[in-house]
């Protein structure tokens, strides 16, 4: 089952649904303006919620009936992938080789549009595709000139512009019907006109093997998260956050030395043959190619600041001896 949404415009962001009844007769892509009051004005289309009711078992026959190549390698990255279980949780990693067999196709190509027993719902409520940029500044207040901001940021002679700062000032002169999204990860200036190209950038980036297409500032781990704070001719420094009762594998690197300082909580450290307790402001240093282990001993989490220096700082630069999660 399907849910379509009355439509209250001639959207040309969102798909839609031409339904009859409880029966869909068919999906339609992000139309032009033109086509897109047409659909309006005849009442037969709804916009494309992307929200779908069915049972785990249905889905899977329909998924090895209509797409099942997609079925087979999800099947395969979970088979081949690691499981670990910890004090607080199950973690599943799927392995990355098969998961990346997958083709990158929507439930509603790969199924959806291709079933013949789809059902359909009209809902009237409030509802939108937050699928871009320009859709997400509706939601923020306008000021008198049709500009919408987040964070922090300052605009002169500026019209029907949107904004969303993070961690510092964004200032805008003489400049209308803008998007700037300013994070730790990307600074992004595009025409509101051409909100739905941000994807093709995003393609750009990850033909050229960018990092930025895969990696962000903040990485999470099944024992925590780090954040790239800086980074330069060699060294890179790190806010690591370890979750209670956690730890990390036990390890070594080639090419770089590590220098450890508890910012809160309480530290459990093994550095070569030495086991030791760190405290808030307390420090340790972990020579290039010893064996070393962090872990959060405590019931709140460690947050410590990690300085590296090497010739190399790649995150493969590891050799992993024992590891709770598997993968050692």
């Known amino acids: 089952v399907t849910f379509g949404v009355k439509p209250d415009r001639p959207e040309t962001g969102f798909g839609y649904i031409e339904a009859e009844a409880d029966r869909v007769l068919r999906f339609v892509e992000k139309p ?3 086509t897109a009051a047409q659909f309006i004005a005849s009442g037969r289309f709804f916009w494309n919620s992307g929200m779908f009711c069915f049972t785990p078992r249905a889905m899977l026959e ?14 395969r990255a979970l088979e081949t992938g690691r499981t670990a279980d910890s004090t607080d949780r199950l973690t599943v990693e799927v ?33 939108s595709d937050i699928g871009s940029w320009s859709v997400l500044s509706e939601l923020v207040p306008a000021d008198d000139k049709g500009n919408r901001a987040t964070g922090e940021a300052i605009l002169h002679d500026a019209a029907n512009c949107y904004v969303h700062g993070e961690d510092r000032l964004v200032g805008l ?3 209308s019907d803008l998007l700037i999204v300013d994070t730790p990860d990307a600074l992004l200036v595009a025409h509101k006109d051409k909100a739905q190209e941000v994807k093709d950038l995003y393609n750009r ?10 990696l962000h500032r903040t990485v999470h781990r099944p024992w925590g998260t780090y954040t790239v704070l800086e980074e330069g001719h060699r060294f890179k420094i790190k806010r690591i956050e370890v979750k209670p009762s956690a730890r990390l594998s036990l390890q ?21 043959e030495s086991e ?8 340790t240093y972990i020579p290039c ?8 001993p405590g019931i709140l989490p460690l947050v410590m600041i990690e300085v590296q220096s090497g010739e190399y700082l790649g995150e493969d630069d590891i050799v992993r001896f024992d590891d709770v999660y598997g993968r050692a």
């Open 62 to 75: 329909a998924m090895q009936d209509l797409c099942p190549d997609i079925l087979s390698n999800a099947r």
């Open 276 to 283: 030791m307790l760190l405290t808030i402001n307390q420090s």
């Open 173 to 175: 002169v003489g400049v």
């Open 289 to 296: 190619g010893h064996k070393h282990r962090l872990e959060n």
């Open 95 to 127: 392995d990355k080789d098969s998961f990346a067999a997958v083709p990158a196709v929507s439930i509603d190509y790969a199924v959806m549009e291709k079933a013949s027993n789809v059902g359909f719902v009209p809902c009237g409520f409030d509802w």
């Open 252 to 272: 070594a690197h080639h090419h770089r030395s590590e220098h450890w300082v508890v910012v809160s909580g309480t530290a459990k450290v093994v550095n070569g």
């Open 205 to 214: 980036l990850k033909a050229e093997g960018h990092e930025t297409a895969t």
């Open 32 to 34: 032009n303006a033109p």
